[in-house]
């Protein structure tokens, strides 16, 4: 705990906890997990099913590469396979800027729960 969470949570003394749990500092899971919820969270949901979806489906492509008896076949098998992991990878990359900005405004309210409980 910060001493910027302790002089929260002595400003905040027997006023509204649920302002204060609502701000409380969240880990790396926690706030990944809290992006599957409240009015975007269904844009979260479709991008990890598609995520998940070109994932294994490179994963596939990757065996047939490994197994391929012909160069042909192997290149078509690699590049599909290459594709869609790197598409994979961006999309699930893509919720990072969400996890930040939610990151920053829950620090923006501590900072204001902090300047009212001072006024």
Not at 32 to 53: D, R
Not at 109 to 117: A, G, N, P, V
């Amino acid at each position: 705990m910060t001493k910027l969470d302790e002089l929260i949570q002595e400003a905040l003394e027997g006023q509204d906890k649920a302002a204060l749990a609502e701000t409380k500092e969240l880990g790396y899971f926690a706030l990944g997990l809290s992006q599957f919820s409240g009015k975007l969270g269904w844009v979260t949901w479709v991008i990890m099913l598609v995520q998940s979806a070109m994932f294994l489906c490179g994963v596939y492509c990757a065996t047939q590469f490994y197994f391929a008896t012909e160069v042909l076949g192997a290149v078509k098998w690699g590049i599909t396979g290459a594709v869609l992991m790197i598409v994979a990878t961006s999309l699930k990359m893509s919720l990072m800027p969400q996890m930040q900005a939610d990151r920053v405004i829950r620090e923006v309210k501590r900072l204001e729960l902090l300047l009212i409980s001072r006024n």
